[in-house]
């Protein structure tokens, strides 16, 4: 009786310590479960609203436009300035429309510039801001 | 064989259109954005004088407002036995523009030479004027080539009027009408009348057409050609 008492005394400290780490550790896992489901749910909610963040689009009226032939080049060249995800001459109603990357500033002198050496007249221009596609 | 129509279709310059031109054998005064470059090679056919050339020519963009131009014309088959014709150069410098909502008008003067393949130049000089407004386009030019030793002077006049004939988001179609006068000193002046058809879609351009002279011989010539905008 001693004997066990002894032992079972000597055992206790340790035992009480990896009980301790058990239900801290336990403890531990639920909160990150928690933490984990509340992350999980907040990308969820969040992404759709990351994927509309805006994307400026500038247009800008340009006169003197002839055939596509001839305006190619200004397609070209303005598709190459920087941030310009995409861009468009409208012959039929004689504009030209940028579409810019998210977050990305319009710099309307440039591409009056680039309308210019490309020999054309630009007009007024517009900055709209659309979501941007996923 | 017909040694006329020969030596005209050899005569860089006289022969072949500009590569700017938006007519088929016109020059233009419409403008090639800055670093631009065109190629166009023309295919020409003399059933008469039995003469196939083919003519490489080239634009660049200099800036908005000048612009550097290039022919070379290449016998294929038939002839005397030149294969390589005169070297075209040009200048064209744009003293103004009149840009619309519909359209424009654009007058340049036009400077260069041609360079025979004994490296003589021969000095040459015209202007050409554009107006172009919805479906319609209408370029005139005038270009005179100095005389240089045994070599005459020579000149020619172009009027040509392009007119859109469809209006769908598509392919566009033109019809080419062109009046063209060729003279040389000696040789009197060829009257010549142009009908053809241009498919344009964005950096391409195929066209084709007859050439008939109204005098003189009444030859008939074929045109066949693509322009490239890089």
């Keep these: 009786m001693v004997v066990i008492s002894f ?31 509340v992350a999980l749910i907040l990308a969820w909610c969040l992404a759709p609203l990351a994927w509309s963040a805006s994307a400026p689009v500038v247009e800008i009226e340009v006169r003197g436009l002839t055939c596509p032939f001839c305006v190619y080049g200004l397609s070209k060249n303005l598709g190459k300035a920087p941030g310009v995800v995409k861009a468009d001459v409208d012959l039929e109603i004689g504009r030209a429309r940028l579409e810019l990357a998210p977050g990305q500033a319009p710099d309307i002198e440039q591409y009056k510039k680039i309308i210019k050496d490309a020999g054309f007249t630009p007009g007024n221009a517009r900055v709209q801001n659309e979501e941007a596609k996923p | ?53 083919l003519t490489n020519e080239f634009a660049y963009g200099l800036s908005a407002t000048q612009t550097l131009m290039l022919a070379l014309p290449y016998r294929v088959e038939g002839g005397d ?38 490296g003589r130049l021969r000095p040459q000089l015209g202007t050409v004027a554009t107006w172009f407004h919805d479906r319609h386009e209408i370029d005139a030019d005038v270009i005179g080539v100095a005389r240089e030793d045994e070599t005459p002077a020579s000149a020619r006049y172009d009027l040509s009027w392009q007119y859109r004939l469809n209006t769908c988001a598509c392919a566009w179609w033109l019809s080419v ?54």
Aim: charged share 20%; aromatic share 6%.
């Design chain 2, 81 to 118: 036995g030149r294969r390589t014709g005169d070297l075209m150069m040009f200048y064209r410098h744009q003293m103004w523009a009149d840009d619309t909502a519909t359209g424009t008008t654009r007058w340049s003067l036009l400077g260069g030479a041609v360079m025979d393949e004994d």
């Design chain 2, 1 to 53: 064989m017909k040694p006329l129509p020969i030596l005209l279709l050899l005569a860089a310059g006289m022969a072949s259109a500009p590569v700017s031109a938006m007519g088929l054998r016109a020059f233009v005064a419409l403008p090639l954005e800055k670093d631009g470059v065109v190629w166009r090679p023309l295919l020409e056919r003399n059933n008469d004088s039995d003469v196939s050339q």
């Design chain 2, 177 to 230: 009408l062109e009046l063209g006068g060729r003279w040389r000193d000696g040789a009197g002046t060829t009257q010549q009348l142009t009908l053809g058809l241009q498919r344009i879609e964005g950096p391409l351009v195929v066209e084709g057409g007859v050439v008939r002279d109204l005098n003189k011989d009444h030859d008939t010539t074929l045109l066949l050609g693509a322009r490239f905008h890089f």
């Design chain 1, 7 to 37: 032992v079972v005394a000597r055992l206790a400290g340790p035992i009480g310590v990896w009980l301790g780490y058990r239900n801290a550790w336990r403890s531990i896992m639920k909160q990150l479960g928690v933490a984990k489901g």
